[in-house]
T-cell receptor, first 112, second 111 residues
Framework: GENVEQHPSTLSVQEGDSAVIKCTYS??????FPWYKQELGKGPQLIID?????GEKKDQRIAVTLNKTAKHFSLHITETQPEDSAVYFC???????????FGTGTSLTVIP | DVKVTQSSRYLVKRTGEKVFLECVQD?????MFWYRQDPGLGLRLIYF???????EKGDIPEGYSVSREKKERFSLILESASTNQTSMYLC??????????FGDGTRLSIL
């Protein structure tokens, strides 16, 4: 099956700086890569996703890049704010509505 | 907005008890999932269901079972709870070709 690795496990940045979280996957058949943000006491919330026919996608301060050849994808957060502090999970799947394979999470702390 | 309702936010049970965790949706989505979340291990899939009365094992099904008698409700059952099943349990659902949406979880403690 698919194996998703995520790094780093913890990340601290100063407010206003950028944060980058990286994931690698093993199954070349995976074609959908969502990112989730989990705030304390809540379930994971989808924040951005990318499909394998696209190399980059951006939504305001958040962007995701995908390198299919190298089988890795990354989340980029620019101009970080304290409310960006949360745990972020990447995932990969062959089929959007079916089983997702999650990374182990990155705890991001934005220091005011 | 997609709403996934988990019946309890916090639950404390004793070793050996039979425990039921409930998940309800109002979106008529086919696919429903149960994960457990543990520090450093991420989200691990226990069971999922594609339709009423259908179920598939995930990566860690041992010690669990599920029930989906109606489309809107997916139940996770711990037949005989053990302390190593203390965890956060997350339910998710997805429509056809749609990403998964999660509930806020049930933090289960087995004493």
């Amino acid at each position: 099956g698919e194996n998703v690795e995520q790094h780093p496990s913890t990340l601290s940045v100063q407010e206003g700086d950028s944060a980058v979280i990286k994931c690698t996957y093993s199954d070349s058949a995976s074609n959908y890569f969502p990112w989730y943000k989990q705030e304390l006491g809540k379930g994971p919330q989808l924040i951005i996703d990318i499909r394998s026919n696209v190399g980059e996608k951006k939504d305001q301060r958040i962007a995701v890049t995908l390198n299919k050849t190298a089988k890795h994808f990354s989340l980029h957060i620019t101009e970080t704010q304290p409310e960006d502090s949360a745990v972020y999970f990447c995932a990969a799947t062959q089929n959007t509505g079916n089983q997702f394979y999650f990374g182990t999470g990155t705890s991001l702390t934005v220091i005011p | 907005d997609v709403k996934v309702t988990q019946s309890s936010r916090y639950l404390v049970k004793r070793t050996g008890e039979k425990v039921f965790l409930e998940c309800v949706q109002d979106m008529d989505h086919e696919n429903m999932f149960w994960y457990r979340q543990d520090p450093g291990l991420g989200l691990r899939l226990i069971y999922f269901s594609y339709d009423v009365k259908m179920k598939e094992k995930g990566d860690i099904p041992e010690g669990y079972s599920v029930s989906r008698e109606k489309k809107e409700r997916f139940s996770l059952i711990l037949e005989s709870a053990s302390t190593n099943q203390t965890s956060m349990y997350l339910c998710a659902l997805a429509g056809k070709d749609q990403p998964q949406h999660f509930g806020d979880g049930t933090r289960l403690s087995i004493l």
